[in-house]
């Protein structure tokens, strides 16, 4: 944030804030943010994070002194300040650990961009636990112990998110609140990311590869996070934008230009008109702001302890000790103090001051990566660095408000009316070789050096923040010396003038660099980029390619966030590309339907097209088997207004049809009492369409359908319970229903056609039940007759004349009750044979909107009456109504009905043949062949 104060003098904080009113408020976005409860403000805590620390360092100092290249100094005041880590001369007060995540691991040429964001997450979990020291002692009891426990603790303690995310949407519904819910999505990653270094502080200790996973997803929910800041700040400034374009378009007034400027003015100035400059330097707050974040969680890894504010304290104590004067083979110490006394002299600090030097230089710039240039002064002055807090001063724009016109007072100049002299003699430093690479970095950031800024820049974040930071110094350099009138007399090196300072080819160069490029392949990264770009587009075209290309491997979060992240550009952008968008939605709806998310399925369906909604939440429902579950999804699809009706069509039609669809070939099968689970979910399915009484036609025509191909197969149970699916009202409704649509009580030809059909299935389904009534009867309920007694006494035959009389009673009695049921069934099955106006399964009205269904209807007749002739003549020819079976004949010969035309030659040759066993029998009766008495 304080490139920004870079370019505009003003030694008061207020009143640098307020004249950049422009931001959109960021920097309060930013400041006013809930501190994370990382950083603790426990002053206990606070208490025994320092004791440690003192300990630590106490501990490094008894090291150093026993030491053996140290035993050699002498005297002195030996201080030895806590660093972050262990000093080496390959990794020197390397920072990358401390605000960055480390790129230093291996990959090798194959792997895959999934392996490498993990790599990137397992060393930023790794760093992030090192260092956090004290932070996190809370203890993890009852519910987070349990996580721990389970497969993938960090997918487990993340799954309210999902949740949590669709009530935010909830809670700010209106367009006009789009940016508060980008802050609420923000405010839920933070919270998450508490929580979750909460377990991985608990699961540290642990080197189960299960725990790896959770550090990867603590790694992506922080970048998440940092990404829903950076679309937030950047689109509330594009919105902006917009709107200010469109009302200067309407008031038509144009910005007057005025020679007269002081440096802050021509750069306020540039940044109210140049939304490039303006962006860039938005995103330079942001990439401070997560740096910061970072920061905080480090603590007092890197303070500095010392009794008293002097710099160099032990070379002082030496040159005290001393006067001036090294001894034997000492190595020579800089017998002044001055700033420039090692340079000047050519001669060195006592090698502790040169330590601690090295990592006041590193911390400095660790500040300045943050944007804290204020903490960084303040540490210069503890560190008797006055000078140095001074040198971070330059940068401030000159402005002398007594110019803009008398106000009866004379008000303080601010800024640094010296600045291009300032700004040479840091790109100087910059640029010179002697300097600590810490400090080279230091004043290349504060004077636009991008080559004095890149060998500390260890991660893509890093390198995006130099480039933005040089682009922003060249355009505001520019702009001065455009508007203002600058002593060129020291001016800056044509080197400065030739760095990159296009945002495009900005990312090029850092895609090109070894140490970043496969860092920048990183979904957030590159989510990062094209939101930077502004080009949206090409940011749903990549969020589709990952879809399309690797959905089953992308991590479940970043699906969940790419979601979010085009229902906010639809939102907010008045042309997308809708197709790519659906395919990132579809990919959600999808896992949510997997995860068994069912309470947050219905509201994104509802963000899809009408015909991909009806497909994803019928696909939805045909999981659900529980009652209630299922009136509580038809329930959620009311609430967003999905197409109910033809949802619940699709379900049961994709039911149906998962077999085939069709009619089975039925010739020879028997009877089949069993249910399978296939049939059961089919079945089921008709629950669908029978909770809503508007649709109780649609429910008829599927249950229909369902029923059609049972029968073919000879399920009767499965039919009947099909059948039973349906109240008995159903018929009522349907013509109640139309009556209240069209106001007359006829019909539609589909509506008529199928509740005619529903009455023919009843018709058959009765039939068959009365025939396995009567089969029942016949075969297992006839009394036996008893066995006469051999050689029986008198007593015997006694009762076996009483069993025989109470026989001929019970075979009267069942002869009746046969003659009853045979009538009953004879009846039942002439209904199907003789139905009304037609005939079975023919339509009334003429319907061609299914083709398909006339052709069932038909295959059903040609398997069903041929079946139902044969049973009746066998029901006829057993119980010896012979005269009645030759009728049967009458009946299939008629125009009236035209059953023959059903019968294949076969079925008519074998009926034949039933026919003139009946003849023969008649004839047996002295009756003639049809079965009339001979006079």
Known sequence: ????????????????????????????????????????????????????????????????????????????????????????????????????????????????????????????????????????????????????????????????????????????????????????????????????????????????????????????????????????????????????????????????????????????KLFDKDSTIRESQLVIDWLEKCAHDVMDNYGDNVKFFSDRAVAWENTLHKLKKSGGVTYGNERPLVTEMDPDAPFRQKKMLDDLDQEDEGRLLQYLFICLRAGQIEKAKEVCKSHGQAWRAATLEGWRLYHDPNFEGPNGQIDPVVGNPYRVVWKSMCWAMASDTKYDVYEKSLYGALSGNLRAMLPVCKSWSDHVWAHYKVLVDIRAETEIRTMCAVDKSLDIPQEYWDQPSDPESIFNRIEANENVQRESQDFYHVIQKWVILGDVEKLLDVMAQWIRGQENTLPQHLIRFMAHVVLFLRSTQHRVNEDKCNVVLEAYVKYLIEEDHK???????????????????????????????????????????????????????????????????????????????????????????????????????????????????????????????LPVDSIDIIYRNWHLQTGTDELSADDENAIREYLCTKAYLDAMDGFNEWFNKFHHTKPAEPSAPHAASFTEKVAFEH??????????????????????????????????????????????????????????????????????????????????????????????FTLYKVFRQDELQHLLHLLRESSVAVLNQNKDPLGYEIE
């Not at 594009?238 to 309407?250: G, H, S, T, Y």
């Open 599 to 725: 309470e947050l399925v219905s509201f994104y369906v509802s963000k899809l097209p009408p015909a991909a909604q009806v497909h994803w939440y019928a696909l939805f429902l045909e999981g659900i088997t529980d009652v209630d579950e299922k009136q509580m999804c038809l329930q959620l699809a009311e609430e967003v207004c999905l197409d109910i009706p033809q949802i619940t069509k699709t379900v049961v039609e994709n039911i149906r049809n998962k077999s085939g669809g069709g009619l089975a070939a039925g010739e020879g099968l028997s009877l089949d009492v069993t249910v399978t689970e296939e049939d059961k979910t089919k079945i089921a399915a008709i629950d669908w369409l029978v909770f809503d009484t508007a649709q109780r036609a649609e429910a008829m025509k599927q249950a229909n359908a369902v029923m059609r191909t049972f029968i073919a197969v000879q399920k009767l149970t499965a039919a009947r319970e099909v059948f039973n699916k």
């Open 803 to 896: 069993r025989l009389k109470q026989y001929d009673q019970e075979l009267e009695r069942w002869q009746r009750g046969l003659l009853a049921q045979t009538e009953n069934t004879t009846k039942l099955i002439y209904n199907v044979l003789l139905f009304a106006n037609g005939g079975w399964m023919v339509d009334q009205r003429e319907d061609d909107s299914d083709s398909g269904r006339k052709q069932q209807l038909e295959s059903l007749r040609q398997l069903t009456i041929p079946r139902l002739c044969f049973l009746l003549h066998d029901i006829l020819h057993k119980t010896e109504q012979y005269g009645a079976c030759l009728q049967i004949a009458d009946h299939v010969a008629s125009e009236q």
């Open 1 to 268: 944030m304080d490139q920004r104060r870079s370019f505009l003098g003003d030694t008061s904080t207020n009143a640098t804030d307020a004249s950049f009113s422009f931001n959109g408020g960021i920097r309060s976005q930013f400041d006013n943010r809930e501190v994370s409860s990382l950083r603790g403000d426990d002053k206990r805590k606070h208490s025994e994070r320092r004791s440690l620390n003192i300990q630590k360092s106490l501990q490094i100092l008894d090291d150093s002194v026993s030491s053996p290249s140290l035993r050699s100094r002498t005297g002195g005041l030996r201080r030895a300040s806590y660093a972050p880590k262990s000093l080496t001369p390959s990794s020197k007060y390397d920072t990358s650990v401390q605000f960055t995540p480390s790129r230093t691991q291996q990959f090798s040429q194959n792997e895959s961009q999934i392996g490498r964001h993990m790599a990137s997450s397992t060393m930023y979990g790794q760093s992030m636990l090192t260092n956090m020291g004290e932070e996190f002692t809370e203890e993890i009891t009852t519910t987070n112990v349990a996580l721990l426990l389970d497969e993938d603790p960090g997918i487990s303690a993340c799954r309210g998110m999902y949740r949590d995310f669709l009530q935010c949407m909830k809670d700010r519904p209106s367009e006009t609140q789009v940016f508060d819910l980008l802050s609420d999505y923000e405010r839920v990653c933070q919270e998450q990311v508490v929580y979750m270094y909460k377990l991985v502080n608990r699961a540290a200790s642990r080197s189960e590869p299960k725990y790896q996973k959770t550090f990867n997803m603590l790694h992506m929910l922080e970048m998440e996070k940092h990404t829903w800041q950076l679309i937030n700040v950047l689109f509330h400034d594009r919105l902006e934008k917009e709107l200010q374009d469109m009302q200067m378009a309407v008031d038509d007034i144009s910005p007057l230009t005025s020679m007269k400027q002081s440096e802050q003015q021509a750069v306020t």
